[in-house]
Every structure is written in structure tokens, then in C-alpha cells.
């Protein structure tokens, strides 16, 4: 079946850039039109689209994260990853990677800090 897996740092500082990995197993992140995307929830928010990429390698992200956000894949170890830059302390989330928003990674709790 289908399994996703965060990984990354749990805290880091205000003003650096944050770099999430999710390993895919089960199926290809390249075959099926499929897409994948990173979301992520603040205490008291709700649920927020980060951005994605699909199965072709194109990528998309929340129009109000504006230059501060990048999409990758690693086709060869099966990951897509997720870089945030300038972080603040509203920056501060569980993380959370999917496929098509069906399939969910357990999460990861990023703080930011100093």
C-alpha cells in the first residue's frame, strides 16, 4: 500500500530555511498523474496547502507563500521535499506530506525558534 514518511529537523531558527523530505513507498512518484503536495496545521489553525508537485515534475505552490517556497523530487530515492525560507515563528507546524490529500504521512512537528 501506499505509505508516505516525513522526515526533517523538529526545530529551527528564525531567518533560516527549512528542508522537508518525504519518502515515498508503494508506488512511483513519477507514474499514475498523480500529485503530491505538502500541507500543514498551527495551533488554533486550520488545515493549509503549502504547495505540490505531480507525477510529471511540475510543480505548484500557495500563491501566499510567494518566493519564500520550493518543490523537489528525488526520482531515484522516490522523495519530493519541500524548502521554506525566512522563517518566522508563525512558520511553526506539524507538516505533513500526501498524495492527492487521500494519502497522509503521520506528520512532523517543526518549531521555530530561537
Known amino acids: 500500500q501506499v505509505q508516505l514518511q516525513e522526515s526533517g529537523p523538529g526545530l529551527v531558527k528564525p531567518s533560516q530555511t527549512l528542508s522537508l523530505t518525504c519518502t515515498v513507498s508503494?508506488?512511483?512518484?513519477?507514474?499514475?498523474?498523480?500529485?503530491w503536495s505538502w500541507s500543514r496545521q498551527s495551533p488554533g489553525k486550520g488545515l493549509e496547502w503549502l504547495g505540490g508537485i505531480q507525477s510529471d515534475g511540475t510543480t505548484y505552490h500557495n500563491p501566499s507563500l510567494q518566493n519564500r517556497i520550493g518543490i523537489s523530487r528525488d526520482t531515484a530515492r522516490n522523495q519530493f521535499a519541500i524548502h521554506l525560507n525566512s522563517l518566522t515563528p508563525e512558520d511553526t507546524a506539524v507538516y505533513y506530506c500526501?498524495?492527492?490529500?487521500?494519502?497522509w504521512g503521520q506528520g512532523i512537528q517543526v518549531t521555530v525558534s530561537s
Open positions: 500526501t498524495r492527492q490529500l487521500v494519502y
Open positions: 508503494g508506488t512511483s512518484i513519477t507514474t499514475g498523474s498523480k500529485f
